[in-house]
């Protein structure tokens, strides 16, 4: 087997692992979004439940500003989520691309370790 061979498969071993740990980071990032989204949710719904009787924030205005900053803030962490989601959909196609170079390396490599035995196996039925 070639010192070559081999290292191109590390190389692609490599790549691949360079993206799962890309993916992983995004996957971070993703369930931190989502949370953020969770927590806005859970903050309207106790709102809604404690507005019931507030009358003065609502003669204020306090009540439609706090509203629209949580429209704004849902807007913008949707935004930042869709973004991440087409990052998350390239880097799951270059991960699939790497990962089958990666396996296609290694299978090169067995391969040729195989035929080496062999070939060490015959000429020492020879001799």
């Given at each position: ?8 498969s ?11 740990s ?7 990032q993703?369930?931190?979004?989502r949370?953020?989204?969770r927590?806005?949710d ?5 709102r ?11 003669a204020?205005?306090?009540?439609l500003l706090w509203q629209g ?6 807007s ?8 991440l989601m ?25 391969n ?10 015959k ?5």
């Open positions: 087997m070639s010192k070559a061979l081999q290292d191109v590390s190389v692609m071993d490599a790549m691949y692992q360079s993206r799962v890309g993916l992983q980071r995004l996957i971070l993703e369930a931190k979004l949370d953020n989204l927590r806005l859970d903050m309207r719904e106790t809604a439940e404690l507005a019931l009787d507030d009358h003065a924030m609502r204020l205005g306090a009540d900053w949580l429209m704004r803030q849902r913008e962490i949707n935004m930042q989520l869709a973004n087409v990052q998350k959909a390239a880097l799951i196609d270059a991960l699939r691309l790497a990962f089958g170079r990666s396996q296609v390396a290694a299978t090169l490599v067995t040729a370790r195989n035929e080496a035995q062999a070939k060490r196996n000429a020492s039925d020879r001799d």
